[in-house]
């Protein structure tokens, strides 16, 4: 990869992570697979409701999270679990009434595939990048 390459592949995750931030901050739920998930998305600065989709049958969860919140983010890992977890959280969501959104999820995974495949490592993945850009500028 070449350094402009990098740089705007972080540009464009500093913007997906600041929007994570926003909307965050504006009342929305994100929903993650495990604490590690959770505690990458609290490094990276994100300090509203970060719900744990494993912790209790994915329907209750759902439901339970759409009563609390109009709006909900689903940003489980890019594997294959995570594909299928993300489908039915969207669809369990969308039926018990909450907005949401798997865009994000799916920006983010665009610019990170094939470097990371989750959540937890993202927070890492970032500074990594940051620190990476850093050396380079000062050389």
């Given at each position: 990869?070449?350094?402009?390459?990098?740089m705007?592949?972080?540009?464009?995750?500093?913007?997906?992570?600041?929007?994570?931030?926003?909307?965050?901050?504006?009342?929305?739920?994100?929903?993650?697979?495990?604490?590690?998930?959770?505690?990458?998305?609290?490094?990276?600065?994100?300090?509203?409701?970060?719900?744990?989709?494993?912790?209790?049958?994915?329907?209750?969860?759902?439901?339970?999270?759409?009563?609390e919140?109009?709006?909900?983010?689903?940003?489980?890992?890019?594997?294959?679990?995570?594909?299928?977890?993300?489908?039915?959280?969207a669809?369990?969501?969308?039926?018990?009434g909450?907005?949401?959104?798997?865009?994000?999820?799916?920006?983010?995974?665009?610019?990170?595939?094939?470097?990371?495949?989750?959540?937890?490592?993202?927070?890492?993945?970032?500074?990594n990048?940051?620190?990476?850009?850093?050396?380079?500028?000062s050389?």
């Amino acid at each position: 990869m070449s350094e402009l390459e990098d740089m705007e592949r972080l540009e464009k995750l500093e913007e997906q992570i600041q929007e994570l931030r926003e909307q965050s901050d504006d009342g929305a739920a994100i929903i993650v697979e495990g604490k590690r998930d959770r505690r990458a998305l609290r490094e990276l600065g994100i300090t509203g409701p970060v719900k744990l989709g494993t912790q209790k049958a994915l329907l209750e969860l759902c439901e339970e999270v759409a009563r609390e919140y109009n709006k909900v983010i689903v940003l489980t890992d890019w594997d294959e679990n995570g594909d299928k977890l993300a489908r039915l959280m969207a669809e369990f969501l969308n039926n018990a009434g909450a907005t949401v959104d798997t865009d994000i999820r799916k920006r983010i995974k665009a610019l990170v595939k094939k470097r990371i495949k989750d959540i937890e490592s993202l927070n890492t993945h970032v500074f990594n990048l940051r620190a990476e850009l850093n050396t380079l500028d000062s050389v």
